[in-house]
Every structure is written in structure tokens, then in C-alpha cells.
């Protein structure tokens, strides 16, 4: 095997993620891009988007990274909203665009039509909450959207199964068989996800909180979202699913988890997320030539019109499910209107936006079969793959790069940034008074008996960050603009690298070992992680 192409795309497609964080774009904008460009230049690698690696080795970390940075209360509270995207309007958007694409396209059979609407259907709302932070959407949208990317492509998958059995004329094919075999085998898939995930969360949380060593705890951290995944997929339900209960359980818990693991956990999972998006949005625009390559028996004029038509219906579809998702319960529930306020149109128009698709789009679109039962080649497959990357390209180029305009232009309210320090302040101020006590308690046992200098300090420690987040309401110093909390913090760190010299100059003297030098460091390293927190 040669490791040369796969070091190529992870070392080019970090760099250019890198680069995207200084300029205004997206980086799975510039990402797309950069593929796109790179893909006809002479001695590149032929990237292939093989789904066999792509589904179950690289959907299963993105989506659990996701969901265990997700708030599961949060996603309970906009369970409704997220159920008719993720579900509702996927299976919308499967039979309106493979109806419409059916007309459309001569000759193209309804199975293989319903195919590409399934592939089409998922919005991949990785770039889109990107956006929604970096622009400050209200906090309802972006758990929307961030809810909806974490269940639609189970919904999407499913509904590509049962098109494909249909369409590679399968016996038992469920379209054959009927909508209700059909929906049967939607809920068999959907609820044999959920039931795997539910009896996987509880021992993997219990065995979490039982190891002792962060290494053993990480690397089964690690282990998890592919083990959910396989689990569920080897039951023949839903991998994603399973993968997406799993992590919402173990994230709600996470505070249960020892700290070391916590913060080790927190760095190795942002790699992983960041090495991983920044490749697959590489790969979509890698994949130029070899979508072309196999339209030869089309002409580039109608295939063009067909593009655009499909991202057309694509964009309408979303607006079209999007405004009745969000009036109809509020015009049939009087319960729903008076726990709810009233939206105007701007919340669900952005919603309806952010629907770029993705990686899972194209590789589902790759993993359709070449045949089909009866003998001969899988209807019209090459031109849904190049649909299929038409739709993609386009709706993160239009919408992605607009969406920022259109945040801007009307006018949401953003997050008060203010209000939550405010609420931060409050409940720190809470638990310090809490620990305050606890203190006091555990000091009258003569089995606690400190000093009192050391006594006092933790006192210190306990009202330093009792005030730590009130100074941030506070003025600011004149001479450098930061607030009393951004000097201590600024100070705290070149008081901490001073010693960190010291401890290195001592090394190098031999004084002390290599093994006592990382013992220090790694002290110094948790002391600067207490008394800095770097703003995400």
C-alpha cells in the first residue's frame, strides 16, 4: 500500500484548514475549493472516495465528536424542530426530488430517481454550524441544526437502502413489496439503532469511570464510535444512530470521568475532527475527474441543465418543509403556542439556507451498486454520481459562502455575550460558596489538619475563581485594554514559563533527568490549564 497519496491529502488538506482560519472563508469552503483546483494538476494522486472506508471509518468519529460537544438537554428541549428536519423533511426531500428528477430526466426509472433523491436528501450541517458560530446565530438555530446533522444521515442511509433493493430489483425488494414494507423496514432500522445504542451508553460510561489510567480511557474512547457503528450495522440497524445515542449519554455524563481523562480526551478528539473534516472536504473536490470522466455518453449542455435543475429542487424542497415544519404545530397545538413564541420568518429562512450537503451525499452516492439482479449495469449510476457532486459543489459554494451575508443582512440576535457571563458569574459564585462550606467542614477534622498558611490557601483558590468571571463584567485596564482577569491570566502564564525555563536550563545541566523534567512539566502544563482558559 502506498502511503504517500494518503500523507499528501491529510498534511495538504490541514494546511490549507489552517489557512482557512484567517481568512473570512469556511474552511470547507476553501477546502472544496482547493480539491477542485488541485484535482487537474499534473502528478496529483487519484483520490477515490471509497465509501467502504469512507461510512464505517470516518463517519462513525465525526459524528460522535459532534454529539459528545452537543447538549443533550438542549436537543431535548428542540426535539420537535430536529425530529421533522432530520427525519421528516429527509424523507421529504427523497420522494419530492426523486419524483421531480424522474420527469426530468428521460427515460430515468423512479427507483433509480428515489436513489438519487435519498443520496441528495441529508444537509451536512458541518460547514453550516461552522458559519452559525463564527457569526454568532442565535443559540435555538444552531442546536437545529447541529441536532438535525446528527440523525438525518440514518434517515438518508435507510432511505437509500430501500431505494436501492427496489431499483437493483431485489425479491424481497421493499418498494416492490409496498410503502408499508418500505416504512417497516425504516423503523426496524431506525429503532434496531437506538436499541444498540441504549444498551451499549450504560457499561461503556460504567467502564469509563471504572478504569484508572487516562491511556486506557482514551484509547477506549477512541474505540467507541467504531464499535457502536459495526455493532449496529453487523444487527442490520442503524450505525449511525448507535453511534450518535452512545456519545449524547457519555457526553451528558461526561463530568463523571476523571479530569486527566477529560482534558486529554478533549485534545485527542479535537485532532481527530479536525484532521478528518478538513480530508473529506478535500476529497469531495478530488473527486472532479473521475465524476466527469464517466459522463461520456452525455452532452455537457444537458447534464448542466440537470445539474442545475436538481439543485434547484434541492434548495426549494428545504424552504418548502421548512415554513409548514414550523407553523403547522403552533396553528394545531394551543399547547405549542403558549410554551413557544412566536417566530417570525427570519429564524426558519436561515434554517432553510443552511442546508448544504456533503461527504456522506457523495459517499452513498459511490457505494451504489454497478448491477443489478436481472443482469446489466445500475440505471443512469454515473449520472447520479455527477448529480449527486454537481449538488454538492453547488450548494456549499451558493449557500455556504452567502450565508455569512445573509446572517449579517437580517439582522438576528445574537448570543448576549454579557448575559452568559453573567449567568457564568452567578454559578460560580454558587458553587464557591458551596465549596466555601465544604472546606470549613472537612477543616474541623482533626484527620484534615493543615497549616494554616495552606488551609488559607485553598481558601485563595476558591475566591480567585469565585472572582475570576465577576472581573470579567468589570472595566478594563486602560494602559493594555484587557480586563483584571485577562492580566492575571497573562501573568499566570509568564510566571509558569519562567519556571518552565528553569526546570529546561536544569536539565540541560544535569542537574535532573529527562523523566523529572516531564514529571515538572507536566505539573506546570495542569497549572497553567487552572489559571487559563483560552476562549474558543
Known sequence: MDVLPLLLLVAGSTAVAGAARRTPVPAPLLLVTAGLLVS?????????????????????PLLYTAAMDSSYLDLRAQVRSVALLSVGYTLFATLAVGWAVHLVVPD????????????????????AT?????????????????????VNDATAITAYRVAVAAAVGESAGPLHAGPLHAGAEFLVASLGGVAVGLVLMVPLHWLRTHLREPLLQNTLSL???????????????????????????????????DFATRLQEDAVWKMVAFVLESAVFALIGLQLPLVVGGLGEYHAGQVLWYALAVFLLVVATRFVWTYPAVHLPRLLSRRVRAREP???????????????????????????????????????????LFLTFTTVIGTLVVQGLTLP????????????????????????????????????????????????????????VLERRRNAVWERLGTVNPETGESVDDTYRRLARTVIASEREVFVALRDQRHIDDEMLRDLLRRLDLEEAAAYREDE
Open 130 to 150: 461552522a458559519v452559525a458560530r463564527r457569526v454568532g446565530l442565535p443559540s435555538r438555530i444552531t442546536t437545529i441544526l447541529q441536532g438535525e446533522s446528527l
Open 405 to 460: 451575508a445573509l446572517i449579517r443582512l437580517l439582522r438576528l440576535p445574537g448570543r448576549d455575550a454579557r448575559a452568559e457571563t453573567l449567568l457564568e458569574a452567578q454559578a460560580q459564585n454558587a458553587a464557591s460558596e458551596a465549596a466555601e462550606h465544604r472546606l470549613d467542614a472537612l477543616l474541623t477534622d482533626p484527620r484534615n489538619a493543615l497549616p494554616e498558611p495552606l488551609a488559607d490557601r485553598l481558601r485563595a
Open 342 to 384: 412566536d417566530p417570525t420568518w427570519k429564524g426558519p429562512f436561515v434554517v432553510a439556507w443552511a442546508g448544504m450537503r456533503g461527504v456522506v451525499s457523495l459517499a452513498v452516492a459511490f457505494s451504489i451498486p454497478h448491477g443489478v439482479h436481472e443482469g446489466g449495469s445500475f440505471p443512469y449510476r454515473n449520472l447520479i
Open 223 to 257: 474505540l467507541i464510535p467504531f464499535a457502536a457503528y459495526a455493532l449496529a450495522e453487523y444487527a442490520h440497524a442503524s450505525g449511525v444512530l448507535a453511534v450518535v445515542v452512545v456519545a449524547l449519554y457519555l457526553g451528558h455524563h461526561s463530568w463523571q470521568v
Open 108 to 127: 430515468l426509472p423512479l427507483t433509480a430517481a428515489l436513489v438519487l433523491g435519498a443520496v441528495v436528501a441529508p444537509p451536512d450541517a458541518v460547514a
Open 40 to 60: 487537474y494538476v499534473p502528478g496529483v494522486p487519484h483520490y477515490t472516495l471509497d465509501p467502504e472506508i469512507v461510512l464505517p471509518m470516518v463517519l462513525p
